[in-house]
Structures are given as C-alpha cells and as structure tokens.
C-alpha cells in the first residue's frame, strides 16, 4: 500500500493550490479517501473525505466553501482543491486511505 502526494508550494493569501494524492498496491475504488493537515505544533486534523464512490464528501467547518474533495477512481488518484487560501492554511498536507499515509506535502500561504 503506497500513497503518495504531491501539488505542495508556496502561495500568496487568496491563491490556489491543487494537491494530488496517488494510490497504489491496494484497490484504491473501495475505499474512502481523507485528507488530514498537520500546522507546525499542533495535531493532526482531518480536512476532507470522499466515499469511494466519490457519490459523498465531508469538511472541516473552517475549509468549507473553500476547499473541494475528488478522486478519479480509473487513475487511482486523490485531488484536493485548495482555493483562497490563508496563512492558517499552512500545514503539511497528508492523504490516508486503507490504514496508510503519505509522505505528506507542504503548503505555505504567506505574503
């Protein structure tokens, strides 16, 4: 079980960002996808959610209307929009699915 995302940078306040997460080793179509942040001394949080299906999705209250969640099941593939972003964004970004993690990808808001 391999997952592995990508898509991190630096962006300036109101900017755009979007996170891709590639899955391999299991069938990536029968299981839920979460994107969970981690800010410099804080916990780990989840972010958003996506069935497997990709028929439902869930966010966290601060990211709602900002943030948006998809897959595309035949690529094995997770996205994560990120769009106006704020420097209370900043964390390493990690997809979990089937028990694993990635590596996690950085993203920076900041003028």
């Known amino acids: 079980v391999q997952l592995v995302e990508s898509g991190g940078g630096l962006v300036q306040p109101g900017g755009s960002l979007r996170l891709s997460c590639a899955a391999s080793?299991?069938?990536?179509?029968?299981?839920?996808v979460t994107w969970y942040r981690q800010a410099p001394g804080k916990e780990r949080e989840p972010v958003a959610a996506?069935?497997?299906?990709?028929?439902?999705?869930n966010y966290a209250d601060d990211v709602k209307g900002r943030f948006t969640v998809s897959r595309d099941n035949a690529k094995n593939t997770a996205f994560l929009q990120m769009n106006s972003l704020r420097p209370e964004d900043t964390a390493v970004y990690y997809c979990g699915s089937n028990g694993a993690w990635g590596q996690g990808t950085q993203v920076t808001v900041s003028s």
């Open positions: 080793g299991f069938t990536f179509s029968t299981y839920i």
């Open positions: 996506i069935s497997s299906g990709g028929s439902s999705t």
